[in-house]
């Protein structure tokens, strides 16, 4: 019956096209055809473009050997085409735009984690049949190319002063042309599935073209302007730089207190304020108290006398913005130098001193001070207001201190005339898109930090004093050279703007005359103007027709880490609705920052960097990947450990077994017809399911429940438990479970048995693969090519299909026969029943239908929990067991569930003086360590001096140890029984 049963599931498995086979005929052969893997020939040596073909059966090596096969498997994936967008393809389109490293950047674990997500993201879009292009692309990042670039030329003992504009430009080139390329070649290493033949840098040709009309359009709309306003300036690079670029640590400094003195009273009259840079006293222009401050708001509206200047009188203002607890309740103004100052200075109208030069030295305002650096001026205004009496003290002081983040010097805020963009009309509809739901942010809780930074925008600086990058398409219109060359930076107060220089001389001169001279901007825009446009100037903007625009935009998906969702996707969200008139992508996926595993973050500092590339030389591209991707929840920092990271390796070398064993299964043991059969296997309809036995039904089923639990997280980004519900399914079930009980087929006798084990084997396996795909790239598709299986790659392979027949009651049946095995195996252990010794048992199960199972799958059970099925006996009730046997005592009783139970007859199970020896032991160590916890607890002097705490703690460990005392004690009764019964 069975044997029919099992050819029935075999041939809906397997096709028609194998009866020889299924007569259980032998197929004559030569021998075992043996070719090495598809992947893995010799002749795939630049590239692996060898395609399965006929009945070939490759042999995979004892361990997956990450070092040659990633290397291998990408070139073969990439000559192929296969991360280029199947645009012929029904499927919707689902592109993402990758955030652009810098072209100066080393791979890094923040760069594996939005490559490792957003390579999920591809893949699984991919396998579902959409045009998944993942859009790659470098950034030309300005500071950091220039500085690269000019610590180069000091090396040489030149600068790029000395070289020149243009000449400087191509010596960046060259570097580009030279260097650029490491970024990309390292995100190839991690498996990242972008369409390279698409592969854009920022400062492209057609790119440029979109900055310019980005430039010359929101000029147009009054967008743009130039003016003055506080700007981060960077003195060693010579240029503002963007609130991203400042970072600011806490540092060990000085509190200055000095006396402001009252002007035209006491000489002996002044105001106490304190300051932590106290060159910028040259450049105060008024000094603040509360209003209400009983101490001080009898001299609102007098003068004081600037420290060192000479004699220089400033007004005394009451304004609610001082906080009369703090310090002195006295607050100096110095508006061009604090951004907090400048604001009030805006407010109250006072002018603005600048007493700095742009490389940090104080310039003439500062009187005798000029010349100076800004650091050693502090120390000679300082000394010499001692000098005259006029400080109070100097007291160590932390303070927050802003330094750049490329050069690692103090940022100094300056007053200075830049380009800027007016935001707060791009910033109302890219808060209606966020509002209205056709951009959904996750997680969730960035939306009100997203909502509350657009409410609250400042206009932003889009000028940078660099040589490298976009230059500001802005000409100066001058009557003569004489007078080009005169204007400072070649500046006047007539400009065009312009796409383009031959643009630019034609507006002017309709505007001022033929015999105009222009000479362009010198500054730069800066980075983020033009990485704001990426994902619309990367298709082909601002060409209307282009066939990608049209195709792939909007995008489905913007992924990158939410430390930049101001600085970029918030502009990228402005520039594409102002733009294109749509937003650029439906969805902002925000991952978290990949902190050591003590939560810290990596720095050089600390010692904690994990490199990547080190990573993946210690445990392969797949490990790291897979520990990434299921390491954190979305918008969660990720601890990363070397133990999450090795037991991501022992998975990959847990799949990579399990392989072996379906090979092993299929090499030398199928006919071609099979294996060729065997490329199809399936399990698709409810009567293909009930055909199978217990075990493969329930593999199956669970199958298929996963199928469609793991399919529904990645719909919803959740790759967390994603990977976490594949991984428990292979490891847990398919390999603990499934493997071990498909060998009472694999090793039995039953032909037809065996061909519907190994169907079900592939079956299952093979969508093991293709879940994990998406994870783990390069594993997946070795053991793919490896197995039977239809199309040329695990690439392009099709998802597994959702809502696939389930069988509850098989489920809940192998769920009784597992209860079984792990009691009989727990059982075991506990009476220390020797490995390899097979016992009796009895399983009492009243559910007709749960035992009739059971009693079919009877050598399933005797195999994993080591039985002799000829002592083996399954009935309905305890009474068929034998109640007489059972209250004797010489039977240990297990309970799997309600109306589950286990009778395990200790007579001759085990060495009883052994065991009572053994059991005598560990009473006597309990004994032990109870008289010592005991003795603690008994003691008035001991009890008197310790804390509640550690009493707590006392009495917990004394009821831990009564509690195993008492079952020593009872094991030992039970096996005493034995030997009295002997």
């Known amino acids: 019956m069975q044997a029919s049963r099992a050819r029935t599931v075999a041939s809906r498995l397997l096709g028609a096209n194998c009866s020889a086979w299924l007569q259980c005929k032998p197929v004559p052969t030569a021998g075992p055809l043996r070719l090495a893997p598809v992947l893995h020939a010799a002749a795939v040596q630049e590239v692996g473009t060898v395609a399965p073909s006929g009945s070939a059966r490759p042999e995979l090596p004892k361990n997956f050997e990450a070092a040659t096969a990633e290397e291998r498997i990408y070139k073969w994936w990439e000559s192929s085409g296969y991360f280029k967008p199947d645009e012929s393809a029904p499927g919707e389109p689902f592109t993402i735009s990758m955030p652009p490293p810098n072209v100066t950047g080393k791979l890094h674990m923040g760069h594996a984690m939005f490559a490792t997500v957003q390579d999920i993201m591809t893949r699984y879009a991919r396998m579902n049949g959409k045009k998944a292009l993942w859009l790659p692309g470098t950034d030309h990042a300005g500071i950091a190319t220039q500085s690269v670039v000019e610590k180069g030329l000091a090396k040489e003992g030149t600068s790029r002063l000395a070289l020149g504009r243009e000449e400087f430009t191509k010596r960046v080139w060259q570097w580009k042309e030279e260097y650029g390329g490491f970024i990309t070649n390292q995100l190839r290493r991690l498996g990242a599935s972008c369409d390279w033949s698409r592969e854009r840098f920022t400062l492209d040709e057609g790119l440029s073209e979109a900055v310019a009309e980005a430039f010359v359009r929101l000029h147009a709309k009054g967008l743009i302007y130039r003016g003055q306003y506080m700007v981060n300036w960077s003195p060693a690079l010579r240029t503002a730089v963007s609130d991203l670029e400042v970072e600011y640590a806490e540092e060990a400094g000085s509190l200055y207190y000095f006396k402001y003195p009252v002007a035209g009273g006491d000489s002996s009259e002044f105001l106490p304020v304190a300051t932590t840079r106290p060159e910028t006293i040259l450049g105060d222009t008024a000094v603040a108290v509360h209003p209400e401050d009983p101490r001080y708001k009898h001299l609102i509206g007098r003068e004081c006398e600037v420290p060192m200047s000479g004699g220089r009188r400033i007004p005394i203002l009451g304004d609610e913005y001082v906080d009369m607890e703090f310090g002195t309740g006295a607050l100096k103004i110095t508006p061009g130098h604090d951004i907090n100052d400048y604001e009030i200075g805006k407010r109250r109208g006072l002018p603005i001193i600048n007493i700095m030069n742009k490389d940090a030295t104080l310039n003439e305002a500062a009187g005798k001070y000029a010349g100076l650096e800004r650091f050693k001026a502090r120390k ?125 001389q034609r507006l002017a001169e309709a505007a001022h005359g033929p015999n105009v001279v222009l000479r362009q901007e010198e500054d730069v825009l800066d980075t983020w103007f033009s990485s704001g446009l990426w994902p619309f100037s990367t298709l082909g903007w601002p060409k209307e027709d282009s066939p990608d625009l049209k195709t792939f935009y909007p995008t489905q998906m913007m992924e990158t880490g939410h430390d930049i969702l101001f600085f970029w996707v918030a502009r990228m969200i402005m520039m594409g609705i102002e733009f294109t008139g749509k937003a650029p992508f439906s969805t902002v996926y925000l991952h978290g920052l990949v902190r050591d595993e003590k939560g810290r973050k990596m720095s050089k500092s600390l010692g904690n960097v994990l490199d990547p590339l080190d990573t993946i030389a210690s445990v392969g591209t797949d490990a790291l990947r897979f520990t990434l991707a299921t390491g954190t929840a979305v918008g969660q920092d990720l601890n990363l450990s070397n133990e999450r990271l090795t037991a991501s390796r022992n998975f990959t070398n847990k799949l990579w077994n399990a392989g072996k064993f379906v090979l092993f299964n299929l090499d030398g043991k199928v006919s071609d017809a099979e294996w060729e059969s065997l490329r199809g296997a399936s399990v698709s309809t409810a009567a293909e399911l009930q055909s199978l036995p ?23 980004y959740d790759y967390n438990t994603a990977g976490i519900s594949a991984y428990n399914f292979l490891w847990d079930e398919f390999a603990d479970w499934f493997i071990e009980a498909s060998k009472t087929r694999t090793y039995g006798g039953d032909a037809a048995a065996q061909a519907a084990s190994r169907a079900v084997l592939v079956y299952v396996y093979d969508s093991v693969l293709r879940l994990l795909h998406p994870f783990m790239p390069f594993v997946t598709e070795e053991l793919w090519q490896a197995i039977p299986h239809r199309g040329e790659a695990l690439i392009t392979a099709s998802w597994p299909a959702r809502g696939l027949p389930v069988d509850e009651s098989a489920l809940a049946s192998f769920e009784v026969l597992k209860g079984c095995v792990r009691a009989l195996r727990n059982a075991r252990a506990e009476y220390n029943v020797e490995p390899a010794r097979k016992i009796g048992a009895t399983l009492v199960v009243e559910d007709a239908a749960t035992r009739q199972a059971l009693e079919s799958e009877i050598a399933v059970v005797c195999l994993l929990a080591k039985l002799d099925p000829a002592a083996v006996r399954l009935v309905g009730s305890a009474a068929e067991a034998g109640e007489a046997a059972a209250a004797s005592g010489s039977v240990a009783s297990m309970v799997v569930k309600e109306g589950v139970q286990v009778l395990l007859p200790l007579a001759g199970l085990f060495d009883v003086a052994k065991e009572l020896a053994r059991l005598g032991k560990a009473k006597a160590k309990l004994d032990k360590e109870l008289g010592g916890i005991m003795g603690k607890l008994n003691n008035p002097a001991f009890m008197a001096k310790a804390s509640p705490e550690y009493v707590d703690e006392a009495r917990g460990q004394e009821r831990e140890a009564r509690e195993k005392l008492a079952l020593i004690e009872a094991k030992i009764a039970q096996v005493s029984a034995l030997q009295a019964a002997k």
């Open 694 to 716: 217990l075990v493969e039904r329930w593999a199956v089923s669970l199958l298929h429940k996963t199928i469609d639990e793991v399919s529904e997280r990645y719909d919803k």
């Open 380 to 504: 000679a205004l300082w000394a010499d207001m001692e000098a005259a009496g006029m400080t109070i003290k100097k007291e160590a002081h932390t303070s927050r201190v802003p330094r750049s983040q490329r050069s690692g010097e103090v940022i100094e805020p300056l007053v200075s005339e830049q380009w800027f963009v007016r935001m707060e009309p791009l910033a109302k509809p890219a808060l209606a898109a966020v509002a209205d739901g056709t951009i959904t942010i996750m997680p969730e809780r960035f939306a009100k930090i997203y909502n509350n930074w657009l409410t609250d925008i400042k206009d932003w600086c889009i000028s940078r004093q660099l040589w490298w990058g976009h230059r500001i398409p802005v000409w100066y219109v001058h009557a003569s050279e004489a007078a080009a060359a005169a204007a400072p930076d070649g500046r006047s107060a007539s400009y065009v703007v312009a796409r383009s220089a031959a643009e630019a």
